[in-house]
Every structure is written in structure tokens, then in C-alpha cells.
């Protein structure tokens, strides 16, 4: 499976942004499936998830309520809807793909078998 991320930019506080990450190389539509990002300096963080159904969803807490993960199965895409954007949300987001057969999300990015290769969020104050 291969990833591929776009969407990120530079956005205002309090703008939004939308990330896509079509994946290619095989269905995924087994796999779970994850966003992480990571700010300078700091370690790669979960941000959301979603199983292979689309009816289990996580967003971590400093996001929750701002970022909304979905997929499209017949697409191969899963998507990252980020609102009310904030400066500490800069970092360089990552989709990822957890095709081991539980068909679920993990908040743990070891569990995860393919990755993209980041794409860059900067929000100014």
C-alpha cells in the first residue's frame, strides 16, 4: 500500500483545511485507518482514526470537537477535516494504514504497516 498525503498549507487562525490521503497498491478498505502528526521537536502524536466501517471514530482531546477523520472505501481515501485551526496545530500530519486484520484504528503508531509521507500545516497567529 502506498501513501500519499496532500491538502496542508498555510492557514490563518481559525481557518481550515482538509488533508487527503488516496492510497494506491491495494484495497484498503479492510484496514483501519489513522492520522498522526508531528510538531518540531516532538514526538509523533495520534490526532484520529477510524475502522475499516467507518463506525468506530477517535479524535484525540485537543482536537476533538475541531478535526473530523472520514474514508472512501470505493475512493481509497480517507480525509482529515481540520476547522478552527490553532498555531500548536502546526506540524507535519501523516495518514496511515493498519492492514493486520483487525480492521480497526490504533492510538499507537507502531501498529500501523504503511505510511505517507507527511504533508506540512502551518497556522499563524
Known amino acids: 500500500v502506498q501513501l500519499q498525503a496532500s491538502g496542508g498549507g498555510l492557514v490563518q487562525a481559525g481557518g481550515s483545511l482538509r488533508l487527503s490521503c488516496p492510497a494506491s497498491?491495494?484495497?484498503?478498505?479492510?484496514?483501519?485507518l489513522g492520522w498522526f502528526r508531528q510538531a518540531p521537536g516532538k514526538e509523533r502524536e495520534f490526532v484520529a482514526g477510524?475502522?475499516?466501517?467507518?463506525?468506530?471514530?477517535a479524535a484525540a482531546d485537543s482536537v476533538k470537537g475541531r478535526f473530523t477523520i472520514s474514508r472512501d472505501n470505493a475512493k481509497n481515501t480517507v480525509y482529515l477535516q481540520m476547522n478552527s485551526l490553532k498555531p500548536e496545530d502546526t506540524a507535519v500530519y501523516y495518514c496511515?494504514?493498519?492492514?493486520?486484520?483487525?480492521?480497526?484504528?490504533?492510538?499507537?503508531?507502531?501498529?500501523?504497516?504503511?505510511w505517507g509521507q507527511g504533508t506540512l500545516v502551518t497556522v499563524s497567529s
Open positions: 496511515a494504514a493498519r492492514c493486520d486484520g483487525s480492521g480497526d484504528y490504533s492510538y499507537k503508531d507502531l501498529d500501523y504497516q504503511y
Open positions: 477510524i475502522s475499516w466501517s467507518s463506525y468506530n471514530k
Open positions: 497498491g491495494r484495497p484498503f478498505s479492510s484496514c483501519g
